[in-house]
């Protein structure tokens, strides 16, 4: 069965340093999405992403973050310059179609400490 | 903006024995999704069932089953003849928007499958 995968599992960086987290979707979805989980807290939406270009973000969203689809399998979030705060589980998601109409299927996360 | 409230931080039961969870939900969309999302200690997120709140009829996946009440904005889960496998975190979530809106999280609630 086709899954989400995301890389690296463990990401450990200095405050103040660029990080990407990469992910690749399921191959027929068209819509990607990034979110994120603090630890202990809820599962909180980042942004989404169609057509090459971002259909919907959260206010955590802020300017230190992008994303980017650089290929035809790849997607990527962008941390400019790390805070201790962005310390969390980053999962990314795909659906075939969109929200309302269909599943999102989330990868297995990658944990991102910041030291 | 949509609201999802998980009342039970964390519930045990006994191996074999039938648990259900509680999530109620805020909205004023009339056509959106509802989901119930496992997250076992290895952190992935897993979709157990969904609901569309057009459908009258409550979702059904093997041992997972839901009791869906629009007008009272419930959406609950039941989880007959539990296993020791089904110890996880279980997170409800609203999804809605004609594009790729972000679901919306509870803040999950802890299940415990005791032998």
């Known amino acids: 069965e086709p899954e989400v995968t995301q890389t690296p599992s463990h990401q450990v960086t200095q405050m103040g340093q660029e990080v990407i987290l990469r992910c690749v979707p399921i191959s027929n979805h068209l819509y990607f999405y990034w979110y994120r989980q603090i630890l202990g807290q809820k599962v909180e939406f980042l942004v989404s992403f169609y057509n090459n270009e971002i259909s919907e973000k959260s206010e955590i969203f802020d300017d230190q973050f992008s994303v980017e689809r650089p290929d035809g399998s790849n997607f990527t979030l962008k941390i400019r310059s790390t805070k201790l705060e962005d310390s969390a589980m980053y999962f990314c998601?795909?659906?075939?179609?969109?929200?309302?109409?269909?599943?999102?299927?989330f990868g297995p996360g990658t944990r991102l400490t910041v030291l | 903006a949509q609201t999802v409230t998980q009342s039970q931080p964390e519930m045990s039961v006994q191996e074999a024995e039938t648990v259900t969870l509680s999530c109620t939900y805020d909205?004023?969309?009339?056509?959106?999704?509802l989901f119930w999302y496992k997250q076992p200690p290895s952190r992935q997120m897993i979709l157990v069932i969904r609901q569309e709140a057009y459908k009258q009829q409550n979702a059904t996946e093997n041992r997972f089953s839901v009791n869906f009440q629009k007008a009272a904005k419930s959406f609950s889960l039941k989880i007959s003849d539990s296993q020791l496998g089904d110890t996880a975190m279980y997170f409800c979530a609203f999804g809605s928007g004609g594009g790729a809106d972000g679901l919306t999280f509870g803040k999950g609630t802890h299940l415990i499958i005791q032998p």
């Open positions: 998601a795909s659906s075939e179609v969109g929200a309302v109409l269909d599943t999102q299927y």
């Open positions: 909205t004023s969309e009339n056509n959106y999704y």
